[in-house]
């Protein structure tokens, strides 16, 4: 094989699997779960040393990832250029490591394939905890750009998809290059097919007739731009510029307020001002809402007290001054809907003792009651400053401080339907949206804003690693962006409704209110029981029996 014969293959595996991905060129996916990474695999073993085929492995890795991850570069951080090249980099030398592990001498290896997939599944999955949570993009995203293959993530999450999608490439590779054997074509034929024949049996499984079942959301997306530092100006100015993005947002709900709604969803970290801050004079707040529901509104209002209201003295006599949490809870009270919104929250009373939250609060219609999620898993650098050496850094582009990270999972309800609550990029974690179904969740609901990362695939990106999360647990998701894809997705990964405009694309970066009735059918799954000990024991017990055998076994 030539110099640039190799060249052209290793471009077209490249453009396979880089593009092969939900939310890309999906069409491609199929292609790279079977043969694109054994297209890289073919050409590397022209080279006789291990460091060229390590090298040849790594760099083309490296471009995959960094083909994928260039929606980093829409942020207008510097710095993030340098998180780009150092994420491309660690994931390409991984594949190098792993594709040390094809010989020639190896490929008549029975234990080929399953070792091959067992290493890389922990070497991803080890992403999470040496790269700082670093979720994006595993292989076997390949398997979820079609709703038949995604099924098979009920069973052992993405990481799962990612073990099969490595072991039937080394077989294409296997079926390839040795001699032509029955057993090697049908094994290759059986590993493409079983995730079609899977999903298809559990789309028919779970077809549910009957969809009466559902609940009636609102999700609504303003698309306030970004702010990374306060806006400039007195106090005034700012609680003045946080009160009229409230009557943007009412204006977005004001069409629909007649309409049953079961829940209202806003997104995350939706306006400044925290949650219990009473900053707004009551008169002002009774203002907005009377022009965009009717004057009327303001006697059926709810009447202002702690904690979401405070009597102050001001030049003008004793007002009552509301806050976030007032506006909030007139919403539920208004429209007789469960309310989420993202706001900062704070608590303690000494500075020893006291954290500040990004939090999920939902509150109850009439009754007033209030429950509220914090964000377990912080973004390094955005909310959270991950070390010393990285304080400089980070005060040069206003970052001085950290949020604390909540402790705990919680399940929250809107009627008789339990449902857990994620914030941001934490649906990208599939063992911690399983902790929401383990404590009872029947669905799922996400806030998030994508406006970090304007004009790039990002909303998408997140948006498919969303649909993940319904699969593996069997649970419909709602959720709402402030800029993204606001929507909901039922229990079988499948677009229920997406805000989107008239030519049917979705509206990342436009404003916009959808009314959802969600199907609630949800069912019990072997990832929600096991999570990713499963996949991920069993790559150990692959690796170590490999190990004790010494690859011994042939073909």
């Known amino acids: 094989m030539s110099l640039p014969v190799r060249f052209l293959l290793l471009t077209v595996a490249w453009i396979v699997v880089a593009f092969g991905q939900p939310g890309m060129l999906w069409w491609f996916g199929p292609l790279a779960a079977c043969v694109g990474y054994a297209l890289v695999w073919r050409v ?3 080279w006789e040393k291990k460091s060229h085929r390590a090298v040849v492995s790594g760099v083309w890795f490296t471009c995959v990832t960094a083909t994928q991850l260039t929606w980093l570069l829409s942020h207008e951080y510097g710095y993030i250029y340098a998180v780009w090249v150092a994420f491309s980099v660690m994931t390409g030398g991984q594949f190098a490591v792993v594709s040390l592990l094809i010989s020639p001498r190896r490929l008549r290896s029975l234990w080929l394939a399953p070792v091959v997939g067992a290493a890389w599944v922990v070497g991803e999955w080890a992403r999470l ?3 700082s949570g670093y979720t994006w993009n595993p292989v076997g995203l390949s398997l979820a750009s079609n709703v038949y293959s995604l099924q098979m993530a009920s069973l052992w999450g993405v990481y799962g998809l990612s073990f099969w999608v490595m072991v039937v490439n080394v077989l294409a590779l296997q079926a390839w290059m040795l001699p032509p054997r029955r057993m090697l074509r049908t094994a290759f034929a059986v590993g493409v097919c079983i995730p079609y024949f899977y ?6 499984w779970h077809q549910q007739p009957d969809s009466s079942d559902t609940l ?20 005034h100015r700012r609680i003045y510029h946080t009160l009229g993005q409230w009557s943007q947002i009412l204006d977005l709900i004001a069409p629909h307020r007649e309409e049953n709604i079961d829940l209202l969803v806003l997104p995350e970290y939706v306006v400044e001002m925290g949650t219990d801050w009473p900053v707004y004079r009551h008169e002002a707040v009774q203002s907005i809402f009377a022009a965009a529901f009717g004057s009327d509104v303001k006697e059926r209002m709810p009447a202002p007290q702690s904690p979401v209201a405070e009597k102050i003295q001001t030049q003008r006599g004793a007002q009552w001054m509301v806050s976030n949490a007032y506006i909030a809870q007139s919403l539920a009270d208004l429209t007789e809907a469960h309310v989420v919104v993202g706001l900062q929250d704070e608590e303690g009373t000494s500075e020893e003792d006291f954290h500040t939250y990004t939090s999920a609060q939902c509150f109850a219609p009439a009754c007033g009651d209030r429950c509220r999620y914090n964000k377990q898993v912080l973004l390094p650098m955005g909310e959270y400053i991950p070390g010393a050496w990285c304080r400089g850094l980070a005060k040069r582009y206003g970052v001085v401080e950290s949020f604390s990270p909540g402790t705990e999972t919680k399940v929250l309800s809107c009627g008789c339907t339990p449902f857990g609550v994620c914030v941001c990029y934490e649906e990208t974690f599939g063992d911690l949206m399983r902790q929401n179904r383990l404590l009872g969740a029947q669905m799922l609901v996400n806030i998030t804003n994508d406006a970090w990362y304007p004009n790039s695939r990002l909303p998408r990106v997140h948006f498919e690693h969303a649909r993940l999360r319904t699969v593996e647990m069997g649970v419909p998701l709602v959720r709402a962006a402030n800029n993204g894809v606001s929507g909901a997705i039922d229990s079988l990964g499948r677009d229920t409704a997406v805000l989107s405009d008239a030519n049917g694309n979705a509206m990342h970066e436009q404003s916009g209110a959808l009314r959802i009735d969600v199907p609630l059918h949800h069912y019990h799954t072997l990832y929600t029981q096991v999570g990713d000990g499963l996949v991920v024991g069993l ?14 076994a042939k073909l």
């Open 539 to 552: 790559a150990i017990l692959t690796l170590f029996l490999a190990w004790r055998m010494r690859g011994v």
């Open 199 to 204: 999903g298809a049996g559990q789309l028919v």
């Open 44 to 46: 590397s073993l022209f």
């Open 216 to 235: 009636s959301a609102l999700v609504v997306q303003p698309n306030f731009p970004v702010k990374h530092e306060p806006p400039h100006g007195t106090p």
């Open 129 to 131: 905890f040496l790269l």
